[in-house]
């Protein structure tokens, strides 16, 4: 299996809308702790630690330079 790095969502305008739903009303610190959970629960159902290792490099690497 190799990374899908092209948009394979079925609706990403509603998954994105969910996601912002999900983290209304929180706080900064329940954001995060929000996003470390469904992080935790996406790399598990993906699975394939090589999958979830090349996702992590490539997220790092898509960032760089963006700090706050």
Same mark, same amino acid.
């Given at each position: ?5 092209? #948009? ?8 994105? &809308?969910? *996601?912002?739903?999900? %983290? +209304?009303?929180?706080? +900064?610190? +329940? /954001? %995060?702790? *929000? #996003?470390?959970?469904?992080? *935790?629960?996406?790399? #598990? ?10 996702? *992590?490099?490539? &997220?790092?690497? /898509?960032? /760089?330079? %963006?700090?706050?």
């Amino acid at each position: 299996m190799a990374l899908i790095t092209a #948009n394979n969502l079925s609706d990403a305008d509603a998954s994105y &809308a969910a *996601l912002i739903r999900a %983290h +209304e009303g929180l706080t +900064e610190a +329940e /954001s %995060h702790a *929000l #996003n470390a959970r469904l992080i *935790l629960i996406l790399m #598990n159902q993906v699975g394939d630690a090589a999958i979830i290792a090349e996702a *992590l490099a490539l &997220a790092r690497q /898509s960032g /760089s330079g %963006h700090r706050a």
